[in-house]
């Protein structure tokens, strides 16, 4: 990889050699060698063009709940820096990807909108939670979605209204070196007491099924059409099973845990030891939810 960067990158804000263990929920990974923060979209902007001009890869990161880093990365790493104010017209509001997730939520519901109570409890990032098309009990973003705005890979900045195929389970066009810059969500008029009941009764679901009080990735593998990894993992009789600090939750098979001292390889090893017993039980391979970051030599088979 060619260093120094060149110049119009070199001119975005950004910091050397953060870990990524201090970047993701789950608290492990090695080093982001060149975290890039553009905290205007032309910043944002100048970073993609920059990178595509000199054909260098980079990847962008959001809140990092949703990401299992194994091992350092050398190049670039993007994450977006843009303010964070909250523009509403009617039933509409508009929100850039810098927003936190969980805080939009919490701010529809405090306007009295209707319709994002699913989100209370999803973690990350606005920009992630595009990326992801994020969702819980049976409702997810693009449901609320009436524009988004992103960078295509060339850096062509793009406004639009989704259409169908764009937004699929925990899947979005924004991959594939796009950018989620922005949304604007359409709501609906609610009575503030029902949003909050809502609001409470997910709370208590995810409270009584998830592992919230550790640090964790969410769900580690997408549901295969019609089943449950979680129940599957369960059936294994894979909760428990443990390489060093990692662990499959006690509570919920799907999520993987860290006790405190993991490391990325530790997940690794517990990701593939899952996948290979849900094969070999079930027959059913499970594909992973979560996005993976990895040096070359440590990708999971
Ligand atoms: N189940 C088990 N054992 C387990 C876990 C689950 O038997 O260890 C059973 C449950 O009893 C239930 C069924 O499996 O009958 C489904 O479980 P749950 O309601 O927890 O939902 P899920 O399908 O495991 C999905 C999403 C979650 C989201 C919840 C609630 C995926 C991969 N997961 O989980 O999203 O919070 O529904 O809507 O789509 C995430 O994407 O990171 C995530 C956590």
């Not at 975005?12 to 201090?22: A, K, L």
């Not at 850039?96 to 990032?125: N, Q």
């Amino acid at each position: 990889m060619a260093f120094p960067f060149p110049d119009p990158l070199m001119a975005i804000p950004h910091r050397r050699d953060v870990p990524f263990s201090r970047l993701t929920t789950l608290g492990v990974g090695g080093c982001c060698r060149w975290l890039f923060e553009p905290v205007t979209e032309a910043q944002a902007q100048a970073f993609v063009r920059a990178c595509a001009r000199e054909g260098l890869p980079w990847r962008t990161l959001g809140g990092g709940s949703n990401l299992v880093v194994l091992g350092d990365l050398e190049g670039p790493v993007l994450r977006l820096r843009l303010p964070q104010e909250l523009k509403r017209d009617g039933l509409e509001l508009q929100a850039s990807a810098s927003h936190g997730h969980i805080r939009l939520s919490a701010a529809t519901a405090e306007l009295g909108l209707a319709g994002m109570e699913y989100a209370s409890g999803i973690p990350g990032s606005v920009g992630g939670a595009m990326h992801m098309n994020a969702g819980a009990y049976g409702r997810e973003l693009v449901d609320i979605l009436a524009r988004y705005r992103f960078l295509t890979e060339d850096g062509e900045l793009v406004e639009k209204v989704p259409e169908p195929g764009e937004f699929r389970y925990r899947w979005s066009v924004l991959g594939g070196g796009r950018v989620a810059l922005g949304l604007t969500l359409r709501l609906a008029a609610g009575d503030p007491a029902r949003i909050r009941a809502l609001v409470e009764e997910y709370r208590r679901k995810r409270g009584t099924s998830q592992p919230l009080g550790k640090r964790n990735a969410g769900c580690i593998f997408k549901n295969p059409p019609g089943l449950s990894a979680g129940r599957l993992i369960d059936q294994a009789g894979l909760k428990g099973l443990r390489v060093g600090d990692a662990e499959v939750s006690p509570e919920h098979g799907n999520f993987l845990v860290n006790h405190g001292q993991a490391t990325a390889a530790q997940f690794a090893e517990l990701m593939a030891r899952v996948r290979a017993k849900v094969r070999e039980v079930h027959g059913v391979d499970l594909e992973p939810e979560v996005e993976i970051w990895a040096a070359p030599e440590q990708i999971i088979r």
